[in-house]
């Protein structure tokens, strides 16, 4: 969806639009938008910092407003994106969030469409760990992709956070306290490129629907391209109905061939699992952390733009020091 996150230099208090007395939104610098608002950078007065601000129109019913009960309900995980306080103006509602780095989606494409088997698979670690948490709530998610997984700033730079809540479901009933029961004839919910195969068919969506969704995600990092991506139909409808056609054509082993077997054994295993059945975490996290260590690699937590940037850093130092050099040879030569 959305990455929450920029570059800031000087920005004046009096650029900004105030949201009650602690708050600022500059409605200049948007970080990115989805499907229900844009995303702007303001700033936490008390605090001296910036945040992320959501804004949607206002509605018959609030997107924000429901993202915002489940945050506050669920805030203490880790990877769970710190919410200050929601604010009603007369035509707009407005979010306030922590400010987060970049998204997947937007380091995917800075790395050139291209995450080594190490990063994905510390990736897939914390993404079942977040999606774990969440469904430890009584929560699903059920809209996993890319765009709403984001890196940490600073200190947080490889903590992973997972985002927008505004799809999200309980699936534990509030009254009898049980699973949600089976349904078929629902709609399509999500984003249909990373939706598992029984959402394309209609079916309630439930804890396996995520780790299916983890699935595709990670599937797509290490092809760089899933085969469904870029049909094209006369519309929406027919479109999802491609997709399901292909993700039903390829199978586990056929989508991940030439893949090492962890990606078509997660796939198999969130499909086999049943409508109520709890997914186990634990070993899928132990699965990806033993391919790392199979390929002699340690899980050290420096992602593929880690390394890109520290390789900027020092190709930069390098030219500047042989600058220098070159300068002073050239003053001693004169």
């Known amino acids: 969806m959305q990455s929450y996150s920029t570059t800031t230099s000087s ?43 959501k804004v949607e129109e206002k509605l018959t019913r609030s997107r924000l407003n429901y993202e915002y009960s489940i ?18 103006g007369n035509k707009h509602n407005y979010l306030i969030m922590q400010l987060l780095g970049k998204s997947l989606d937007k380091l ?23 999606v774990e948490y969440v469904h430890s709530r009584g929560y699903i998610h059920r809209d ?21 809540f505004g799809l999200s479901k309980k699936y534990i009933d509030k009254n009898t306290g049980k699973h949600i029961i089976y349904k078929e004839g629902k709609g399509l919910t999500g984003t249909a490129r990373y939706v598992s195969y ?14 299916e969704g983890i699935a595709y995600n990670l599937i797509f990092f290490a092809l760089g391209k899933l085969p469904w991506q870029g049909v094209k139909t006369k519309n929406k409808k027919e479109k999802h109905k491609k997709i399901m056609e292909l993700k039903y054509e390829y199978n586990p082993d056929k989508l991940c061939e030439g893949l090492p077997e962890e990606f078509p ?12 059945e ?48 070159k300068n002073n040879m050239n003053n001693k030569n004169k």
């Not at 996993?144 to 927008?164: A, Q, R, T, V």
Request: net charge positive; charged share 35%; with cysteine.
């Open 278 to 325: 709890k997914p186990d975490y634990k070993n899928i996290k132990i699965m990806f952390k033993q391919l790392i260590l199979s390929n002699k690699q340690q899980i050290d937590w420096k992602f593929d733009w880690d390394v890109r940037d520290k390789d900027k850093y020092i190709d930069n130092t390098t030219k500047e020091s042989d600058a220098d050099n």
């Open 11 to 53: 920005i004046k208090e009096k650029d900004g639009y105030k949201l009650g007395n602690d708050f600022i939104i500059y409605l200049d610098k948007q970080l990115g938008k989805g499907g229900f608002g844009q995303i702007y950078l303001g700033r936490n007065l008390r605090e001296n910092t910036y945040v992320a601000v």
């Open 108 to 130: 995917f494409v800075d790395m050139k469409k291209h995450f080594s088997i190490k990063t994905i698979c510390m990736l897939a670690y914390q993404m079942v760990q977040r």
């Open 144 to 164: 996993i992709k890319p765009g709403n997984f984001l890196m940490g700033k600073n200190l947080e730079s490889k903590k992973l956070y997972i985002i927008d």
């Open 71 to 88: 945050l506050k309900d669920i805030s203490e995980g880790e990877g769970i994106p710190k919410v200050y306080k929601i604010y009603g």
């Open 198 to 211: 029984n959402t394309h068919l209609g079916i309630e969506q439930s804890r396996r629907d995520d780790i």
């Open 265 to 276: 054994t997660l796939l198999k295993y969130a499909r086999k699992l049943d409508f109520e």
